[in-house]
C-alpha cells in the first residue's frame, strides 16, 4: 500500500458489499486464504476506535464479511486503507481548556 494512490472520499460508489462476493471458485478462496483481512479490520477497529471515529461505519460494513471475504472485499477494505493514509493528519485531540477547569457554584 506504499505506492498506492490516495483518495478522498471514503465510501465510493462503487461499493457494492454483498455476501455474493464471498469466493466461488477454490482459487479465490486460496488466494483469500493469504489475505490477512481480519489483522486489517482489526487495526483498522483500534484506529478508529482510538482516533477516527469517521472510519465507523466504513469499518462495519467490510467487517461484516469476515467469515468469507472475497476479492471485491478486500479491493473495498484497501481503499479504505488509500483514504486513511490520505487523511493521516486528521485525529481527536482531547486537550484541557482553562475555562472549562473553572469552579462554578450554584
Known amino acids: 500500500m506504499e505506492k498506492s494512490k490516495l483518495v478522498a472520499t471514503l ?10 462476493n464471498s469466493p466461488k471458485s477454490e482459487e ?4 483469500m486464504k493469504n489475505v490477512s483481512y481480519a ?16 472510519l465507523a461505519y466504513s469499518v462495519s460494513l ?8 472475497g476479492k471485491l472485499h478486500w479491493e473495498d477494505l484497501k481503499w479504505i486503507l488509500r483514504y486513511l493514509k490520505g487523511t493521516i ?3 481527536l485531540l482531547y ?5 472549562s477547569a473553572r469552579n462554578v457554584t450554584v
Not at 479465490?28 to 488466494?31: G, I, L, S, V
Not at 489483522?39 to 469517521?54: A, E, F, Q, W
Not at 467490510?62 to 467469515?67: I, P
Open 89 to 91: 493528519e486528521a485525529r
Open 11 to 20: 465510501m465510493a460508489q462503487h461499493f457494492k458489499l454483498s455476501h455474493q
Open 28 to 31: 479465490e478462496a486460496n488466494y
Open 95 to 99: 486537550e484541557k481548556h482553562e475555562e
Open 62 to 69: 467490510v467487517s461484516t464479511y469476515m467469515g468469507k471475504p
Open 39 to 54: 489483522n486489517v479490520i482489526g487495526s483498522l477497529m483500534y484506529v478508529m476506535r482510538c482516533t477516527r471515529p469517521d
